[in-house]
């Protein structure tokens, strides 16, 4: 659809409370229009996995579009009485008037990298803080789940089932948009497909066949209204007694070659193999098998391992939640300010060193090798730097800091790019499809023992010599 007729909702009053007391802090005390710098970054890749998919970014988008304090968001703030009337007067002309950069969606990103960056003015930049982690963790949560789940299935379709299980409806609708981005082929949520070209399919519930006096009614009045998308339910009752028998006298009826059937609990490998064995025997080949009832990357892969003959999956409640690591663990660090023009890094120290943060305004690379066109490595550098690809750049392990790499024949490409300008939208989002084929070509660029399950290959993300003398500077002050 459109731009005009997608889901815009007014968001603006969608911050932690404490947002709007900063807010006014900064006003009051003469900080209001100090151009900061915040960075968006995650610390752990969930499931143990060797990367995450970046997604939201459009919805982050539509949301800087439309900020605006309405007289009655004004009037409650009011009410609070915690806030100066001069700072609640400034509100009625608020708008996002700051940068916004950020990787495209789709983009596989690393933990500690920069994957948004904000510059605007104080109250503006922390203003958006809370939309725009709540949006990227979701998605990005979302879409890398879906990911493990559709890399286990090794090519068979995986369809997203997770709706009546989402939490809340947003949830399912931008799950489901997180799902397609990640890999899966189809969603059952309708808006989805409405709303973000999300392609949206389904068949029958148990119901369906319980609502008829026979199953075999049951799936010879489905046949006859869909000849030509027909999926039966076959595990109401029996599904080897009397769900497949009376699917294949149902399709044979119909004349229909080409129909499907569902699995939805039971042993799906033991179920699936004699699924195969009679819908061959009854001159059925090309009937396809799809299984669902609580699947994940883990059982799925297992099916597969063990020779289920499964042509398809939907996935439902261990996707649309990413069970098995419900949090993306987002974060929104400032890292510099502008003071008389001049940018001031800034820092984060905590005991805990992975909560350290990188300071000043970052730029990343990318780097590629050229021999094999595959990702190895990210550079995180000072925004003004200059990178001669010329020469060889050395890039040190992030966890063994003893172990480098030097390359020689590489390009870098940059990760973020610009999306608001003077708060003016510079980017245009593509479609969901067009993200999603984008996702899958930066997939491809990176190696199969950084996409392993269990103990993947730690990706490279460094710091440039320039960026990592003023950290080491501001830690030592």
Not at 61 to 88: G, P, R, V
Not at 421 to 448: E, F, H
Request: hydrophobic residues 40%.
């Amino acid at each position: 659809m459109n731009e005009a007729s997608r889901w815009n909702e007014n968001y603006t009053m969608l911050f932690d409370f404490y947002e709007m007391t900063m807010g006014n802090g900064y006003f009051k005390c003469g900080k209001k229009d100090t151009v900061s710098y915040f960075d968006v970054f995650f610390r752990d890749i969930p499931d143990g996995g060797g990367f995450a998919i970046a997604a939201g970014l459009e919805q982050i988008i539509d949301y800087i579009k439309n900020l605006k304090f309405t007289d009655e968001d004004i009037a409650y703030l009011k009410e609070k009485n915690c806030f100066s009337d001069e700072f609640l007067d400034s509100l009625k002309g608020f708008r996002f008037s700051g940068d916004i950069w950020a990787v495209p969606e789709g983009t596989p990103v690393f933990p500690h990298e920069p994957i948004m960056t904000v510059r605007a003015p104080a109250i503006e930049a922390q203003f958006v803080e809370t939309f725009i982690l709540l949006t990227i963790n979701h998605q990005s949560l979302i879409a890398t789940k879906t990911n493990r789940i559709v890399r286990a299935a090794n090519g068979r379709p995986v369809s997203e089932f997770g709706s009546r299980r989402a939490q809340g409806a947003s949830a399912a609708i931008l799950g489901a948009r997180a799902a397609y981005i990640g890999g899966c082929s189809s969603t059952a949520c309708t808006i989805a497909d409405e709303l973000y070209g999300v392609p949206a399919g389904g068949t029958m519930a148990h119901s369906w066949v319980q609502m008829f006096d026979s199953e075999l009614e049951a799936f010879d009045i489905y046949c006859s209204i869909y000849p030509n998308s027909s999926t039966l339910l076959v595990d109401t009752y029996n599904a080897l007694k009397s769900g497949i028998p009376n699917a294949i006298k149902a399709f044979k009826k119909h004349n229909i070659t080409n129909g499907a059937i569902r699995i939805d609990s039971g042993d799906i490998t033991y179920l699936s193999k004699k699924a195969r064995k009679m819908l061959d025997e009854a001159g059925l080949p090309n009937c396809k098998i799809v299984a669902s009832n609580s699947l994940d990357e883990y059982i799925i892969r297992d099916l597969i391992q063990q020779g289920a003959a499964v042509d398809a999956f939907g996935v439902g409640e261990r996707l649309i939640t990413s069970k098995s690591t419900p949090v993306f663990g987002g974060v929104y660090k400032l890292v510099a300010v502008e003071k008389d023009g001049e940018i001031i890094p800034k820092i984060k120290i905590s005991e805990n060193a992975e909560k350290i943060t990188n300071p000043h305004f970052k730029k990343v690379y990318r780097i590629v090798e050229k021999e094999s066109g595959k990702a190895s490595a990210d550079l995180i550098c000072v925004h003004d730097e200059v990178i001669d690809t010329t020469k060889p750049l050395t890039i040190f392990d992030p966890v063994y800091t003893w172990k480098k790499k030097t390359y020689t024949n590489y390009e870098l490409i940059p990760l973020l790019v610009p999306i608001f300008k003077n708060g003016k939208c510079v980017y245009t989002s593509p479609s969901t499809a067009q993200i999603r084929d984008y996702c899958k070509k930066q997939l491809d660029m990176q190696w199969d023992e950084v996409k392993r399950f269990e103990n993947p290959h730690t990706y490279y993300v460094d710091l440039s010599k320039k960026l990592w003398d003023i950290k080491q500077e501001l830690l030592r002050s």
